[in-house]
């Protein structure tokens, strides 16, 4: 039987251990904490259980596929309760705000700070999905066995439209302009 080793145990490491083993190979998982879970861990102290890494559930598609390979679902497994508010932000004494889960109520508030702000959201969404459905299906998705995959037109056109070279900030203040 062939055996492979994997260092580390948050999510990557988890669904490389277990696609491996549902492979049939003898898979050895080496993790220098005490718990499983990587940065998506908690632990104990004094009374206190504290979260020790993503605090949002981002990418459920990609959860929701490894379920799959495995012919189950995220479901099985765990409920997703939505917060609301779905958490605050502290700039500093006496200076917070709570973000809405409701998308409407979140764009009316970014609205009130700053006129012309909930159409700016709606805008900067927009470009957050074709950034992340052209990444997640052309770029992260891909076997990546050979450079090759990745020289295509179409493709090239798609990274120069996602603005991976270019920073955040530079990217907002050229789509206002």
């Given amino acids: 039987m062939k055996t492979a080793i994997v260092i580390g145990s948050g999510f990557s490491g988890l669904s490389a251990a277990t696609h491996l083993a549902d492979n049939n190979l003898k898979v050895t998982l080496l993790e220098k904490n005490d718990s499983l ?19 949002w559930y981002w990418m459920p598609d990609v959860f929701e ?12 497994f765990y409920e997703l309760v939505r917060l609301d508010p779905s958490y605050k932000v502290i700039f500093g004494k006496e200076d917070e705000i709570e973000i809405p889960a409701k998308y409407e109520l979140f764009k009316k508030m970014i609205e009130a700070i700053e006129v012309g702000g909930g159409e700016n959201l ?34 090239l056109i798609d990274v120069v439209r996602m603005d991976i ?5 530079a990217s907002i203040l050229e789509r206002n302009c």
């Fill in 65 to 76: 596929r490894y379920f799959n390979n495995f012919g189950r679902s995220a479901s099985d």
């Fill in 37 to 55: 879970g990587g940065r998506a861990r908690i632990f104990r102290e004094q009374g206190f259980t504290f979260d020790m890494g993503p605090s």
């Fill in 122 to 155: 709606d805008k900067f969404l927009e470009q957050a999905a074709y950034k992340y459905n052209q990444g997640i299906n052309n770029l992260v998705q891909k076997p990546s066995r050979s450079i090759t995959e990745f020289i295509n037109l179409k493709l």
């Fill in 165 to 169: 070279f270019m920073s955040y900030g």
